[in-house]
């Protein structure tokens, strides 16, 4: 069975500062994608970036890219040079070879204050 | 291009009624997928459409169903309605080609459905 553990219910940074979501998982299938979504307020869930298992480097997408520890079994999102439109709830989800079915962490909320 | 689409955004229905969701697919796009979003059980995936055919399910009750139609676009229904339906569901497509662990799935804005 496929696991998301998100353990920052909550984080506050301030405006321009980095700021990194933990996210670990666990799977015993050697093929998979790891996926950072973005859900504000409206509900909308926006797909931000990508990592597959496969993948030598890490991720990035303009002010995110994604620390991703394979030994460790880690997918951390960093966003850099925060913005006050980035509070919002931020999850990470995994893909295996089994179909399209994301399981989901449980999210972090995260604010960003001047 | 125009990107997921669901209707209505808003629901209120009362207890044992059924309801059905409208899911517009990104052009192109063959995988539909449903998942079921409430504060106590987070985000849980329902099912997934793909060509048609119901491809992957997860654990919920035969009342809750769902369809996809030729042009790619689906419909969930569910029956006897419950309190503990109340939630946002949020439909996702995806090109469905290639390895499944790589194929990103983009969302739509959610039906809140609210259940009296």
């Known amino acids: 069975a496929q696991k998301i553990t998100q353990t920052q219910p909550g984080m506050f940074v301030q405006e321009k500062e980095a700021v990194t979501l933990d996210c670990t998982y666990d799977?015993?299938?050697?093929?998979?994608?790891l996926f950072w979504y973005k859900q504000p307020s409206s509900g909308e869930m926006i797909f931000l970036i990508y990592?597959?298992?496969?993948?030598?480097q890490n991720a990035t997408e303009g002010r995110y890219s994604l620390n991703f520890q394979k030994a460790r079994k880690s997918a951390n999102l960093v966003i850099s040079a925060s913005q006050l439109g980035d509070s919002a709830m931020y999850f990470c989800?995994?893909?295996?070879?089994?179909?399209?079915?994301?399981?989901f962490g449980t999210g972090t909320q995260l604010k960003v204050e001047l | 291009k125009a990107g997921v689409t669901q209707t209505p955004r808003y629901l209120i229905k009362t207890r044992g009624q059924q309801v059905t969701l409208s899911c517009s697919p990104i052009?192109?796009?063959?995988?539909v997928s449903w998942y079921q979003q409430t504060p106590g059980q987070g985000l849980q995936f329902l099912f997934e459409y793909f060509s048609e055919t119901q491809r992957n399910k997860g654990n919920f009750p035969g009342r809750f169903s769902g369809r996809q139609f030729s042009n790619s676009r689906s419909e969930m229904n569910v029956s006897t309605l419950e309190l503990g339906d109340s939630a946002l569901y949020l439909c996702?497509?995806?090109?469905?080609?290639?390895?499944?662990?790589?194929?990103?799935?983009?969302f739509g804005p959610g039906t809140r459905l609210t259940v009296l």
């Open positions: 990592q597959g298992s496969y993948d030598q």
């Open positions: 052009s192109g796009h063959r995988s």
């Open positions: 996702a497509s995806s090109l469905a080609v290639g390895g499944s662990y790589t194929d990103t799935q983009y």
């Open positions: 989800a995994m893909l295996t070879g089994g179909g399209n079915k994301l399981t």
């Open positions: 799977t015993s299938d050697p093929s998979y994608g």
